[in-house]
């Protein structure tokens, strides 16, 4: 799997963005999907993930973003969105979709994903 993330802009704190992730080239029905960031000098840090179909859809997220950011998957069009409201100049970062097949519990941990693609720039102004 090789992913693609795109939306990502230049924002003011309080506003909104969207960001997609697929693969143009084969399905990503089978793994659960995973949104990180990483801003200048730090670790790619965990934001969201989102369950295969197969596994309930199920969503979870990082205390930093919830009741902020939504995660879902439509899976006719075979992506994966990050709805960002209520940004605030600390969520300014390069955001990542990773896939993966590994249990809930070690969703939060980069080193179990592949197919990173590029990455989108998010910058949030104050």
């Known amino acids: 799997v090789q992913l693609q993330a795109s939306g990502g802009g230049l924002v003011q704190a309080g506003g909104s963005l969207r960001l997609s992730c697929t693969d143009s080239?084969?399905?990503?029905?089978?793994?659960?999907i995973s949104w990180f960031r990483q801003a200048p000098g730090t670790e790619r840090e965990f934001v969201a993930t989102?369950?295969?179909?197969?596994?309930?859809?199920?969503?979870d997220y990082a205390n930093s973003v919830k009741g902020r950011f939504t995660i879902s998957r439509d899976n006719t069009k075979n992506t994966v969105y990050l709805q960002m409201n209520s940004l605030k100049p600390e969520d300014t970062a390069v955001y990542y979709c990773?896939?993966?097949?590994?249990?809930?519990?070690?969703?939060?941990?980069?080193?179990?994903?592949?197919?990173w693609g590029q990455g989108t720039q998010v910058t949030v102004s104050s």
């Open positions: 990773g896939a993966t097949t590994t249990v809930l519990s070690a969703r939060q941990t980069a080193d179990y994903y592949y197919g």
């Open positions: 080239g084969r399905s990503i029905r089978g793994y659960h």
């Open positions: 989102v369950s295969r179909p197969g596994s309930g859809g199920s969503t």
